[in-house]
């Protein structure tokens, strides 16, 4: 939701995007399945076409059905995965749909983000459980519904946090604990099932162009409004306000790509355990 960091993660994303545009790299995924969560839009959106590009065949989830996920050639689920109900309902409908999954997204996130920025003090206990819910346990129930059919194909994970869980002062509180949380998920079941060929990694995006910060009725036209400028020119200094190193913040389907190539066994296969950050530099630490 807010932000995330270069090195290996920009290094890896590079020689992604080189190697795809010159043709030369093979990803292994056309014989795939995969469950990408938050699906409707943003990053969980451009996830579902980057996999399609790729011949794989997506379940896309999303509590609300968008007309770009419905056309996007995925099979479209709509579930509530922030409840335990809906996981059941999109665990069903996937084992329906594909037979196995092989590869499994967790993009699900977010939360509510009505009133804007908010003070420890201001967060209760329903809000608390509101962002738990939906970027932290929406990921466990999924990934402990489908495990058995990841550790029988040997397939992968990637779980997508974000920056503030390196930053946690950047975000409402509830939010950067629910993803450093997330993080933490990841890396504990990397360890408990890379033994059976289950490949676990973390995608933690900084800013990214999504309507959580574009759309003046989103979070990050609150945020403007707190600050008391004109939406336009709280989005177009966000750059500079985040230290951000490339002078631009990310795009959806660069993040797709990085996820994209973590999910590959044929170019990723000895990368687990991983948080990969790419927020153009956002992230001033090693």
């Known amino acids: 939701m807010l932000f995330a960091a270069p090195g290996?993660?920009?290094?890896?994303?590079?020689?992604?995007?080189?190697?795809?545009?010159?043709?030369?790299?093979?990803?292994?995924?056309?014989?795939?399945?995969?469950?990408?969560?938050?699906?409707?839009?943003?990053?969980?959106?451009?996830?579902?076409?980057?996999?399609?590009?790729?011949?794989?065949?997506?379940?896309?989830?999303?509590?609300?059905?968008?007309?770009?996920?419905?056309?996007?050639?995925?099979?479209?689920?709509?579930?509530?995965?922030?409840?335990?109900?809906?996981?059941?309902?999109?665990?069903?409908?996937?084992?329906?749909?594909?037979?196995?999954?092989?590869?499994?997204?967790?993009?699900?996130?977010?939360?509510?983000?009505?009133?804007?920025?908010?003070?420890?003090?201001?967060?209760?206990?329903?809000?608390?459980?509101g962002y738990l819910d939906v970027n932290l346990y929406s990921a466990v129930r999924v990934t402990r519904a489908l495990l058995p059919s990841l550790i029988e194909r040997r397939g992968a994970i990637v779980n997508v946090s974000s920056i503030n869980s390196r930053l946690p002062a950047a975000g409402p509180v509830a939010y950067s604990a629910a993803k450093a949380a997330l993080t933490a998920v990841g890396k504990s079941l990397a360890e408990e099932f890379g033994p059976l060929g289950l490949r676990v990694n973390t995608v933690s995006p900084g800013v990214v162009r999504t309507a959580i910060w574009d759309d003046p009725e989103g979070y990050g036209g609150k945020v403007a409004a707190a600050a008391g400028v004109d939406h336009d020119t709280f989005f177009k200094a966000i750059p500079q306000a985040f230290g951000v190193t490339t002078g631009r913040i990310t795009e959806p389907h660069e993040v797709a790509a990085l996820i994209t190539f973590l999910l590959s066994d044929e170019v990723a296969g000895n990368i687990t355990g991983a948080d990969h950050v790419i927020d153009g530099g956002s992230l001033k630490a090693l």
Not at 26 to 51: C, E, F, P, Y
Not at 97 to 110: K, T
């Open 8 to 129: 290996a993660a920009a290094h890896t994303l590079v020689l992604y995007l080189q190697f795809k545009n010159w043709g030369t790299m093979k990803l292994g995924l056309n014989s795939k399945t995969a469950v990408v969560t938050g699906a409707s839009r943003g990053i969980g959106l451009a996830t579902v076409r980057a996999l399609l590009d790729e011949g794989v065949r997506v379940v896309g989830a999303a509590r609300t059905v968008t007309p770009e996920l419905a056309g996007s050639g995925a099979v479209a689920v709509s579930a509530d995965l922030s409840t335990p109900a809906g996981v059941a309902a999109l665990a069903e409908a996937a084992h329906a749909a594909l037979g196995g999954i092989d590869l499994l997204v967790n993009n699900v996130g977010g939360g509510d983000t009505e009133t804007g920025p908010a003070g420890f003090l201001d967060t209760d206990d329903a809000v608390w459980a």
